[in-house]
């Protein structure tokens, strides 16, 4: 079946280490996306990209990276620079916007 | 003002009852408008596209106001199952999404 698989469903980190989420599809689809999700505080956009190789910053980049080498995968990193990393992190992909978006379960990330 | 304007709620309604949730969004470029539904802990997941000419769904109705700059939802004899939040989505002209924080909506028996 197709679809978004996001790993690890739980992710514990100390403060100041970097971290990567894992975000695969077998949709086919171009465009990939990384939110974040706090209590209150509703889906937050970190990166976007729109085709492999290229990507483009969201509202709230700062202490994240991305890559896109392949079009199936779409990894975050959250860095040590991030200053409240704690939070539900959500992948989604879409064959066009116009169309809506598919979300992974997410992975939620815990920094003690 | 932000982008994605919703009412948090939350609205606690009988079964049966008939309930509408507003939006608004401050973008007159936005091209697309969807509903989404995310259930506690859950990722969230497409509820319905929303048109200018309305888009029904069942028990969902869904319509936009270019003019006012206005969506709404409705759902019409609301089942327990209804419980959720329900967030209301803008597309940008960047092609991204961007979403309100949601109206919660608890359905009692």
């Known amino acids: 079946d197709g679809g978004i698989t996001q790993s690890p469903k739980y992710l514990f980190r100390k403060e100041g280490q970097n971290v990567t989420l894992s975000c695969e599809q077998n949709l086919n689809h171009d465009a990939m996306y990384w939110y974040r999700q706090d209590p209150g505080q509703g889906l937050r956009l970190i990166y976007y990209s729109q085709i492999v190789n290229d990507f483009q910053k969201g509202d709230i980049a700062e202490g994240y990276s991305v890559s896109r080498e392949k079009k199936e995968s779409f990894p975050l990193t959250v860095t040590s620079a991030q200053k409240n990393p704690t939070a539900f992190y959500l992948c989604?992909?879409?064959?066009?916007?116009?169309?809506?978006?598919?979300f992974g379960s997410g992975t939620r990330l815990t920094v003690v | 003002r932000k982008e994605v304007e919703q009412d948090p709620g939350p609205f606690n309604v009988p079964e049966g009852a008939t309930v509408a949730f507003n939006c608004t969004y401050s973008n007159s470029a936005s091209q697309s408008f969807f509903w989404y539904r995310q259930d506690c802990r859950k990722e969230p997941k497409l509820l319905m596209s929303?048109?200018?000419s309305g888009n029904e769904d069942g028990r969902f109705t869904a319509q936009l106001n270019r003019a006012s700059q206005y969506i709404s939802l409705l759902i019409r004899d609301s089942k327990l199952s209804d419980s959720a939040t329900y967030l209301c989505v803008a597309r940008r002209s960047q092609g991204n999404l961007i979403f309100g924080k949601g109206t919660k909506l608890s359905v009692k028996p």
């Open positions: 989604a992909s879409s064959i066009e916007a116009s169309r809506g978006y598919t």
């Open positions: 929303v048109y200018s």
